[in-house]
Each structure stands twice: as C-alpha cells, then as structure tokens.
C-alpha cells in the first residue's frame, strides 16, 4: 500500500494501512497461464518473477499451474538470467486422471528441492474437481496431507453437502466467481451462501476467475478484441 500524505501519518492511518497489509500478505495468486491473460509458460513465468521483485511482492501469492505442465514450466523457469534466492510457491491444478498428476508433483517437489541450481520451486497446494460430495472424501484419502488440498464446490444448490463433505476431511474450498462467458458469472446471493456455509463450517477457501476488478464496474470477459462485456 503506497500512502501518499501531506504530512505526517495519524495513528489511524497507520492501523488502516497495517490491517490492509495484514489482510492481502500473500492474498492474490497469479494465474496468468489462464484467461483473460492466457500467457505462454515463458512469459507467464517472467512475469510472475518480476512481481516478485516488485515493492508489492508481499501481497503475490502462488504461481498457478496445471500439473500436467510442470516440466514446462522447469524448463521456462531454467531460462530466467537470475531468479530469487527463495523458492517459487505453486499451486497446481490437478485433472481427471488423480493419481497421475499426484505422481507428478511428487516426483517434481522431490527433483526441484534437491537440485542444487538455485532456481527451486515448490508445489505446496493443488485444485482439485470432484463429480459430487462422496468422491470428496475419496480423493482426499489419495491426496498427501502435506499438500494444502481446494475442491472447486459447484453453486447449483448443494453448497451445503460440498462443504459439509471439505470440513469431514480438513481440506478447503474453492468457488468459481466468472469465466469467459457471461452464465459462468454466478448471483451474488449465491456466492454470500457460500461464504456463509464455509464460515458456519470453518472451511478456508479460495475464489478464482472473475476477480480481475476491485470495484464492480463493466470490463470486457478476455483481453481478445471481439469480447462481450
């Protein structure tokens, strides 16, 4: 938070400025491998490195990544002249086939933590889609602890056994809030639902597309010139 003021700080001020601080450390992952940016790895991957040496760089939070494109992602990362001494965050997002991707990011956190190049990345946390509330509990039962785990949960009504079925399993919550059309732009009244279960539930969770503007206004769905608003 850049404050600007004529003289010297009040002490209220500096309270706002330290809850600001507070509440976005680490707050804003960066997913510029999707839309609306839908960067190559190379340029995603510079990017995120320069906002890490950026005077904002507390507020940036992981790097998202398909599992699937990890090597890639090795590969765009070994490109870099120099990067920060302390190792990437990542969150990957893992596919249909479960078991595959988790054999991935194993074999990745093992092969990047012990490299020795000096260019580390870790996968700390995945996102993961389940078809319903049952295969919550089973997929959680595959997935290592050690991974901080998001389940997408679906507004269609049942918020109330997605997240009952999280909780049962100590993992987390995910909601999709846009997309690149306009129906994946769920009713406010149902993102308030959401938030409501996961608090009566003590469920963290995360929000993701459709965020892209702090104050609610008009923008275009993608950066592409022929975009609805």
């Known amino acids: 938070m850049n404050l600007q003021m004529a003289g010297p700080l009040r002490k209220s001020e500096v309270r706002i400025g330290k809850a600001v601080e507070v509440l976005l450390t680490r707050l804003i992952d960066y997913a510029g491998l999707f839309p609306p940016a839908g960067l190559a790895m190379l340029p995603a991957v510079t990017n995120y490195d320069s906002y890490l040496r950026s005077e904002y760089s507390w507020a940036l939070g992981r790097f998202i990544i398909p599992a699937g494109r990890l090597n890639e992602f090795d ?3 070994g490109r870099l002249l120099e990067m920060d001494s ?13 078991s595959t991707d988790l054999a991935r990011i194993v074999e990745f956190n093992a092969r990047t933590s012990s490299s020795g190049t000096g260019r580390a990345a870790v996968v700390e946390s995945v996102e993961v889609k389940a078809e319903n509330p049952a295969e919550v509990a089973r997929m959680a039962g595959i997935i290592p602890r050690e991974l901080e785990t998001y389940f997408e ?18 993992r987390r919550a995910k909601i999709r809030t846009g997309g690149e059309t306009a129906d994946k732009f769920p009713a406010a009244a149902r993102l308030v639902e959401f938030v409501r279960r996961c608090a009566l539930a003590d469920v963290p969770f995360k929000a993701t ?21």
């Not at 503007?213 to 592409?224: G, K």
């Open 75 to 77: 590969e765009a990362l």
């Open 86 to 98: 302390k190792p990437w965050r990542l969150s990957a997002l893992v596919g249909a086939d479960t």
């Open 153 to 170: 949960v679906p507004l269609a009504g049942d918020e109330f056994g997605w997240i009952d079925a999280i909780a049962k399993c100590g």
């Open 209 to 229: 597309a459709g965020l892209h503007h702090p104050i609610r206004s008009v923008h275009r769905l993608t950066y592409q010139p022929d975009s609805l608003e």
